[in-house]
Structures are given as C-alpha cells and as structure tokens.
C-alpha cells in the first residue's frame, strides 16, 4: 500500500489544521492506521491510531484532548484533527498502516510509511 500525506503548514499556536492520509490499494479496511510525529534531533514518536473498523483508537498522552483520529474505508482515508495546537507540536508528521493491526502505538508494528507531511506552529 502506498500512503501520501497532505494538509501540514505553517499554523499560530492556538489554530487548528487537519492532516489527510491518502491510501492507495483495495485493502485498506484491513489495516489500522497511525499518525508519528518527528522533530528536528529526536526520535519519531506516536501520535495517534485508529483500528480498521474505527473501534479502537490510542493517542499519546501530549495530544489527548487536542487530536482526533478517523478513517473513512469508502475514501481510503485517515485524518488527524489538530486542535489547539502548540509550538511542540512542530514536526513533520508521517502516516502508517499496520496489516491486520489494532492501533498500536508501536513503530515498528507499521509495515507501511507515508513520505510525510510538514506541521509548523508559530507561537
């Protein structure tokens, strides 16, 4: 599966920005997705999941109240809703697809990476 993320830019602190991630193949109903975030000098980090059938998500604790992970089957297609964002959000933010997965929020449980996509936020 091949996986193509838009959506980033250069936000203010504060704003909202909506992350797209396009799936190519006729599977994707079998994969759960992630969103990872990576910051200039650290690791790529989890940020988000969600299950095939959308049942189960995870976040990680920094952006719990703030993200929203959904998938729409028909589209091929997991968003990452970015409220209230802040200056350590800055990233460029990468989709994956995990075969047969259930939201892990671990890195290598991921088959599958998008080339990733730039989020900017400005205080």
């Known amino acids: 599966v091949q996986l193509t993320e838009s959506g980033g830019g250069l936000v203010q602190a504060g704003n909202s920005l909506t992350l797209s991630c396009a799936a190519s193949?006729?599977?994707?109903?079998?994969?759960?997705m992630g969103w990872f975030r990576q910051a200039p000098g650290k690791e790529r980090e989890f940020v988000a999941a969600?299950?095939?059938?959308?049942?189960?998500?995870s976040y990680v604790d920094s952006v719990k109240g703030r993200f929203t992970i959904t998938r729409d089957n028909a589209k091929n297609t997991v968003y990452l809703q970015m409220n209230s964002l802040k200056p350590e959000d800055t990233a460029v933010y990468y989709c994956?697809?995990?075969?047969?997965?259930?939201?892990?929020?671990?890195?290598?449980?991921?088959?599958?990476w998008g080339q990733g996509t730039q989020v900017t936020v400005s205080s």
């Open positions: 994956a697809a995990d075969n047969w997965g259930s939201a892990s929020q671990l890195r290598d449980d991921y088959e599958y």
């Open positions: 969600i299950s095939w059938n959308s049942v189960q998500t």
């Open positions: 193949g006729r599977t994707f109903n079998s994969y759960a």
